[in-house]
């Protein structure tokens, strides 16, 4: 049970200190106000480890065990801007994540997409994502244990898609579930050198920007419990 003091935070996890975590966005470029009303509102320190959750207002990845991290606030936020904006006013009825990890980039999402859809390879991760937004009763996500690079065709088509794991290329099988006007936001590279890019569909035409130089964990076929 998560109590409304320890979802408001006190000390290093206290509105304060979330506002200059806005502001520093705000400082990095970040402008859609509703993104950085979102960050604002998702109470970060509740999705890492409790040793860690005085470091959850500071702008850098954390470990979140199983070799794998919560994404910087900095990422997430482009991450999401990038969506809304290459959705240009469309409305997210379906968003597919892949790599729900510990699930507060879902968090974020669940505030813009009527339903998101989120895949993870790592079950306990999976799990842990599960409690933690059911402690936070956001309800309008789907959580599935599975291998990403597949999709989630039963519920497809989606107006969004959102990629937390770099793959070499972009999968055919994500861009073939996106809507007419769909947007892809997936990092691209080999570790050390990867790409943010956004695919947009234009009926069998795929546009694709690259966006900004992004550092995250490998796409890993398969699943693992
Ligand atoms: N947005 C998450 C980021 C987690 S890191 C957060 O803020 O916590 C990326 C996640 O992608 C990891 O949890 C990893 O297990 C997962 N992942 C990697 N390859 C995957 C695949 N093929 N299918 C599903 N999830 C995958």
Redesign the pocket.
Known sequence: MIHDRERSGIGMTSARTRERLIDRLKAEGVKNPAVLDRLRAVPRHL?VDEALASRAYEDTALP?G?S????QPYI?AAMTEALIEGAAGRKLTRVLE?????????AVLTGFAQHVYS????QP?LERARGILRELRISNVSLRH????RGWPSQAPFQGILV??APEQVPVELTEQLDEGGVLIIPIGARGRQTLVRVTRAGDEFNREELMPVS???????TST
């Open positions: 999705f979140i199983f794998q991290t919560i994404s997430v892949i790599g729900t990890g510990c699930g507060y980039q879902t895949v993870e390879r790592i991760l599975a291998d990403g690079f937390a794991a995250f964990v490998p796409f890993v076929e398969g």
